[in-house]
């Protein structure tokens, strides 16, 4: 296992990934509408999306999610009152990662951008998923029509194990209190619509 370095586009965000190994996180490119919209919302649509609209992200725990600087620059978005609290970069509007708003679940989904474009050999091959909301040439695409059983399992199996560990917490975005360290806000109808709406 390995600590992998993070950090925002700009660089003002940094922190640090803990225990990176194919066995611990899961690394997955998403084709669903939410992930995309969150970065069409956040201008990062062109150089972020995968050509099929794909966002690539690493499932890991809180507790080995580190941000040492820059915290004063972490924004917090919601699609929707109920939404994932999808935390990001308000220096550079960058994608940081996504989270349930439940304090005992040991999941956080980090945008792949603010790890090292070469940690791949550490994170283990991508897997496409929601293949069905994908844009673009369908021939060419690589994913699951959804989530795949055997990922399922795994992930659930994972959730269940971690959160055993522990490892729901210390979160990077709580205070010791559990509140969020960043005000959320949340898109409004008319914002959502437009960050959905794929451009032909
Ligand atoms: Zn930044
Ligand atoms: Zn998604």
Redesign the pocket.
């Known amino acids: 296992m390995i600590d992998l370095p993070i950090q925002c586009t700009c660089g003002s965000v940094r922190g640090t990934l803990l225990d990176v190994a194919p066995s611990t996180v899961q690394n997955l490119v998403?084709h669903?509408i939410?992930?995309r919209s969150t970065l069409r919302h956040l201008g990062r649509a062109n150089d972020l999306l995968t050509e099929h609209g794909g966002?690539a992200v690493v499932h890991s725990t809180p507790a080995r999610m580190q941000i040492t600087h820059g915290h004063t620059h972490v924004g917090l978005l919601r699609l929707s009152p109920k939404g994932l609290l999808r935390f990001y970069a308000t220096c550079c509007n960058t994608p940081i990662a996504s989270m349930l708003d439940d304090p005992r679940q040991a999941f956080v989904s980090i945008a792949r951008c603010i790890l090292p474009s070469d940690a791949d050999t550490h994170l283990g091959p991508a897997v496409g998923v929601?293949g069905r909301s994908a844009i673009g040439n369908l021939r060419t695409l690589d994913a699951a029509h959804n989530v795949p059983a055997w990922l399922v399992a795994r992930i659930g199996w994972r959730l269940a194990k971690q959160r055993l560990q522990g490892q729901a917490r210390p979160s990077a975005f709580h205070a010791a209190d559990g509140t969020c360290i960043a005000v959320a806000t949340i898109l409004t109808l008319e914002q959502r619509t437009a960050a959905q709406h794929d451009p032909r």
């Open positions: 998403c669903c939410d992930c966002t929601r």
